[in-house]
């Protein structure tokens, strides 16, 4: 198994990198925007007809495909394409993971806040996109705790309906292992810590597979 490296450590990458982020951010405001808007049906057809023509401005220079890691300037691995973490990508929520020991190995928190992009039923968040998050949160763990690999299968339990527009917290660590197989549970909880969507995920690390436990902190 090997990964698309790309090294762009040089200063003129990192402030294009930062201009991506800023398009990025403003193409999420967008989206939140769109999902929220009351505009008559005449001013929403013209504001179709300016996003067109600002379509065609970044397609006329697309890339042949998305992101790859790097290694930034400051020796951390990033994955700005992600579709959970990723700076780069609209799609991402986007999740910025912590590492937190004290919740056991590979333990990791995110603050997380939905929008009403990622609505499910009327006025809570789909599932899908809450397994997304748990998905990704619980295979940092598993790679924090020099276990990384693929999601082999994902469970979760949803207790009750997650808002959106509300602070929350997703917190995962690895509760047991077995040979290649990597077990790491999670949750999603609000702020007074009752918990509305449990996880448990079994990770498998490829036979070849880079060593992982010296690797450096991730981002998007
Ligand atoms: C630091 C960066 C942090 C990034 C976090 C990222 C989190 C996001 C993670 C993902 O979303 S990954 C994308 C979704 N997952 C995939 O695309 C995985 C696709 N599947 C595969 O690539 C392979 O099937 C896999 C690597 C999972 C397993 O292939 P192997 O050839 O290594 O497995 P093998 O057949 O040798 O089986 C090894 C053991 O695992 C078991 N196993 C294999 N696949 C399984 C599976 N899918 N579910 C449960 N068990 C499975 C298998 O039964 C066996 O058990 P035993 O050792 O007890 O006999």
Redesign the pocket.
Known sequence: MTFDLAFTEDADAESRLEALAALTRQTRELMDAVALTAAPEGELAEIAGELAVLTERLRAVSRQSTHPFHIGSDGT?RHVGNAVIGSGNPFALPLVIEPDPSTGEGGVRADVTFRPIHEGPPGSVHGGVSALIM??LL??AA?LAGR??????LTLRYVRRVPYGEPLAATAAVARTE???TWVEGRIADQAGTVLVEATG?F?T??QWPP?RD?PS?AG
């Open positions: 691995l998905d990704h295979g940092h790679a990384g690999g693929f999601t082999g299968t040979g290649r197989k079994l498998i490829p036979t992982m690797a991730v």
